[in-house]
């Protein structure tokens, strides 16, 4: 029997552990004890993934542990003095050396082109979380493993530097390092390229950073493959919903004699296919192009490239509040403003469910950010309230565990008729079918998204 965890609290600290629905008690305290609450539930999921973090599968490792990352870095900027705050700072800054230990049990070779992706994003946020432990060393041990491998190899095998490429040129493939499966090119291999150049860039700007041009060149290479695709309205990569609003699709697919956009695999591609985490990982991106337009405008006109700022700055805020209001009207349940995977059968399974299980914590983690909030144009407070919520409430109780589903099945099928309205196209699907999903991962990707949403929940927490 699995014993219950108790931590010393009183009073409303206390509805956390219960599991008493926070939301429910907030309003009739006599004081406002919804940042306690809050930051106990956060403690409690942390305790969760410290059981379930160290298991054995690298893109998901990567992913769940930059979700911990930036649920991290949410807790110490709400709660820097807290003790037990604190002490999780300095279990994850251990846990990151472990961490670093797995990735170089791997070769490179081995591995796919999205997989640097994740984990060189994380390694970022590795580096951040050590500066400010004060472990330098380990945090240039992480920067270099997203710059000199993670963003290289993406660069040297996963993009196209053909000019083959058709309707839209390069692009990045979702193949092996090695180079013997060229892949797909689909939306997160791209926006993985596009978010962790710019990141990178961003960060030479207050850094030394060596020929740091290289990565604002690439992330302007990625800016205008997405964009290029936006514009062929025929081929609806960017799909506009019946209503407002826009998602873009798992990936871009033009059927005609000399296209080079027609393979229906790796994973296995169905028409309308929409994953929730590309829409947070692109909208990131987007926000980080429009921050760097200044040092976009001068390196362009650099290289004699005409470049009309004003008119680039347009299209880049038009098309965050256009995803921003798919995210709004098709990614959240009218019947209980809840969040929601789009109903694709690719992302539930059964062959890929356990891949995609993660997106709803990576969407929320990068819109949940408060510059991407700034720009996104549309409300999400509520919605993340009601979502972390669920959680709760539908959670292990004798462990914390966050579980795959949060929602009833009754609501589950309200929300899928209302993404049919809005996509044109819905599978009847409410459940992940991640039955041969092994459970120490599965835990971990599930825990990853309760952090996810937490962590969205306390940076827009108001104090």
Known sequence: MKRRKFITVTGASAIAVSGVSPLLTWAC???????EVLKQQAILAFQR?????????FWKRGNTFDACLVFAEALHQRWPDDTEVVAIQDKVGK?????????NSYDPGTLWADDFGWWGLMALNARKHLLQLGNKELADKYLKLSTDLCWEYKKKTAYDHTDLANPVLHGCRNGDANGDSLGVKNTVTNV?????????YRLSLTENLPDNKKYLDMAYRQWIWFDE???LGEYQYLKE??????LVQERPMAFFEESTYQEKIHPPWAEGWVWTGDQGMLVAALTDMLAIKGELSQYLISKDIDFYVNTYESRLRDLIKRIGLGVKNALIADVDSIIREAPCLSSFGPEHGR????????????LGNEEVRNLLGVDLSTTIEKTVNAIWKTRDQSTNQVQPEFTSAENDKLYVEQFKALWG????????????????????????VGLDLIGAAIKQDKH
């Not at 891949?355 to 990068?366: F, N, P, S, T, V």
Request: aromatic share 16%; proline share 1%.
């Open 29 to 35: 305290s006599e004081s406002n004890p919804t940042n």
């Open 49 to 57: 993934f410290e059981e379930v973090w160290d298991f054995q599968d």
């Open 95 to 103: 846990m990151l050396e472990e961490n670093l230990s797995f990735f």
């Open 192 to 200: 993985l390229l596009f978010l962790l150049s710019s990141r990178i």
């Open 229 to 231: 695709w936006f514009k």
């Open 241 to 246: 919903l019946s209503t407002s609003g826009a």
């Open 355 to 366: 891949d995609y299980l993660a997106g709803r914590g990576i969407m929320m983690r990068y």
């Open 425 to 448: 196209l819905a599978d009847d699907v409410h459940k992940w079918d991640i039955s041969t999903m092994k459970e120490k991962n599965k835990f971990g990707v599930c825990q990853s």
